[in-house]
């Protein structure tokens, strides 16, 4: 009997015996990339995407979490601002990011301007003269304080009226000095009469301005708010020269300056400003520019306040 070929070569090889299952490792092998949970950055970074399947889960609150891991300097602080750069701070303090409806898609830093668009604010500081009459009495500094009206009317432009006072200290000429000796000369006063230094303390102008105000806001709907501002009104100056001669002379008047803003809670603003006051030349006055340095306190109301209500009860937000 003849055995198939195949089955002959089976028959004569040798037998192996098969080998064992391997033994899993003491040391456990790392996970593998996809499989890892989310990567998180120190407090203040951002989170790296694409960590994994989303049935990931991890207590990463814990005191040895990812979340609560201290960065290379060893913080203590755990804001999630803690370790944000100091000019970014002072921009957000500041409110140099832009907000309100003109900037929508950016994160909303304070409430806008235009949310109070009344504003009445009380101003005060010094004011710097110019010369009067020529050769004869200038102006020097003095007081100046006053009263704003204003009203936004968006967030570029605004407008205002102004009430001011003030007082300007005088300082006359030789000229004019002399010439008042010379008539006390004419009336006979004695050289050493009490009545020839009638002149000789301190005198003061004083000023009265009323005007109309247009502001403009480059940076529009910013905390930090500079503008610029042109006005029309009237200025008025009343003092005696030292001829005895009583002037009151109102004059047309164009305030030219620009100013800051800075809100330091939603209903009071600071501002301080540099005006040139200018006095058009008349009733025998040179043309005045009467430079004030102010600080104000602002406060802001009105405006409509928006409720999330199925009806509109008309509240209005003073």
């Known amino acids: 009997m003849l055995l198939p070929r195949p089955t002959i070569a089976a028959a004569v090889q040798p037998y192996v ?7 899993p490792s003491a040391t456990p092998q790392p996970p593998a ?3 890892l949970p989310p990567a998180f950055d120190p407090p203040g970074g951002r989170i790296q995407p694409g960590w994994g399947p989303a049935a990931v889960t991890g207590d990463y609150h814990s005191p040895s979490g990812p979340m609560m891991a201290l960065d290379a300097q060893d913080c203590p602080c755990q804001h999630p601002y803690a370790h944000m750069p100091l000019r970014q701070r002072l921009r957000d303090f500041l409110g140099l990011q832009y907000y309100g409806d003109q900037h929508r898609g950016q994160l909303m830093q304070r409430e806008s301007w235009l949310r109070r668009p009344l504003s009445v604010a009380w101003f005060a500081g010094g004011v710097f003269g110019s010369t009067i009459i020529n050769d004869w009495v200038d102006g020097e500094e003095g007081f100046f304080g006053g009263l704003r009206l ?6 570029y432009w605004g407008i205002e009226m102004r009430f001011s006072w003030g007082n300007l200290a005088l300082r006359d000429s030789q000229r004019a000095i002399d010439y008042q000796h010379y008539l006390d000369d004419l009336a006979g006063y004695p050289r050493n009469h009490v009545y020839r230094r009638r002149y000789d303390g301190a005198r003061y102008a004083s000023l009265f301005l009323w005007d109309v105000e247009a502001l403009y806001y480059p ?8 503008y610029l501002l042109v006005g029309l009104g009237t200025s008025h ?11 009151d002379v109102t004059q047309l008047g164009m305030p030219i300056g620009a100013g800051l803003k800075f809100r330091i809670h939603k209903s009071l603003a600071l501002r301080v400003e540099c005006i040139d ?11 005045l520019h009467n430079l004030s340095l102010t ?21 209005v937000n003073w």
């Not at 100056?237 to 002037?247: K, L, N, P, T, Y």
């Open 17 to 23: 015996a098969p080998e064992p299952a391997p033994r």
């Open 295 to 315: 600080g104000a306190a602002e406060f802001r109301f009105g405006g409509s306040k928006k409720l999330y209500w199925p009806w509109n009860p008309g509240t």
């Open 150 to 155: 204003g009203y936004d009317l968006n967030q």
């Open 33 to 35: 990339a996809d499989n």
């Open 219 to 226: 940076w529009g709907d910013s905390g930090l708010r500079p």
């Open 277 to 287: 006051n200018i006095a058009v030349a008349s009733g025998g006055l040179n043309t």
């Open 237 to 247: 100056i009343s003092f005696v020269d030292r001829a005895g001669v009583g002037r």
